[in-house]
């Protein structure tokens, strides 16, 4: 099986600092891998290295079977669909939601008096149907509330039909509906052995959608554990990565946790 990702002793230094540090991990076709971390461990950087915006200071990265370095980063970035919060500021406020998802396929944030091809427009549709915004393609970006932006983001992320997806914090900020909606939508896209490999980041074990199959755990910059779920997501390890006692429990593939009671 070809490796989508594989980083081996990636840091990433910036001021005499590492935001991350030494980072080995890997990511094969077929899988689903959740980051999860406290706030600054280094997550959306080690997202940023994995979409190719960022060079690791050392160590060596290869995503889809390109090094990076040595490829045209403007090749592979269509190969990877990207959906953060760092795109909102990049997309125009007026624009339509159609239009929003449509200038992925050309690379762009903004629409030029393209002319956009009938089939690109139906997968346009066809995604924002998926994600549940079938209602919503003549509304100006802008005027979305947070979980209809993010849900927008993940549509404009396929559009390129990428080998990898990359999710930064998908839902936060969305109220308990809106997560659990998305999280229903990821479980699917996850279960869709024709859906790309997915990374997800997240700070939020009940974020994980159901059919995801990995989890790296990150703390301080480097990795504490890296594996499949039901091995790797432990208490002690959840509790370790976080920085306080945690019980961690698991009911049909969702997952909670809480802290220990203190005293
Ligand atoms: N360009 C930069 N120069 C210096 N420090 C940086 C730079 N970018 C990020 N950092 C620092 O690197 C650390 C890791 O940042 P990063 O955004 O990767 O963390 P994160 O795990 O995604 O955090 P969060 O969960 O809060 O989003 C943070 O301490 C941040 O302040």
């Not at 590492?18 to 030494?22: G, I, N, R, Y």
């Given at each position: 099986m070809s490796d989508v990702l594989e980083l081996v002793d990636v840091s990433v230094v910036r001021d005499g600092r590492?935001?991350?540090?030494?980072v080995s991990w890997s990511v094969a076709e077929g899988e689903r891998w959740v980051i999860l971390g406290p706030n600054g461990a280094g997550k959306t950087t080690l997202l940023q290295v994995a979409s190719s915006y960022l060079y690791p200071s050392t160590g060596t990265a290869a995503i889809l079977g390109e090094k990076l370095g040595g490829v045209d980063v403007f090749e592979l970035r269509p190969r990877i669909g990207l959906a953060g919060a760092s795109m909102v500021d990049k997309l125009p406020r007026r624009q339509t939601v159609l239009d929003t998802v449509l200038t992925a396929a050309y690379g762009m944030t903004a629409t030029w008096r393209e002319q956009y091809d009938t089939s690109d427009e139906s997968r346009a549709r066809l995604l924002l149907d998926l994600l549940g915004m079938a209602e919503y393609t003549e509304r100006r970006f802008g005027t979305l509330s947070e979980g209809e932006r993010k849900r927008t983001l993940i549509a404009r992320a396929l559009m390129t039909d990428p080998e990898l997806l990359l999710l930064d914090e998908p839902a936060a900020g969305l109220d308990l509906g809106g997560r659990e909606d998305l999280v229903r939508r990821l479980g699917a896209l996850a279960r869709d052995p024709q859906a790309p490999a997915m990374v997800m980041v997240t700070h939020h074990v009940e974020e994980i959608p159901p059919g995801f199959t990995h989890v790296l755990m990150i703390r301080q910059g480097k990795v504490l554990a890296a594996g499949p779920l039901q091995d790797t997501l432990t208490p002690r390890n959840l509790s370790l990565c976080f920085g306080l006692p945690l019980t961690l429990e698991r009911h049909a593939d969702r997952w909670s946790a809480r802290g220990l009671p203190l005293g």
């Open positions: 590492a935001l991350v540090e030494q």
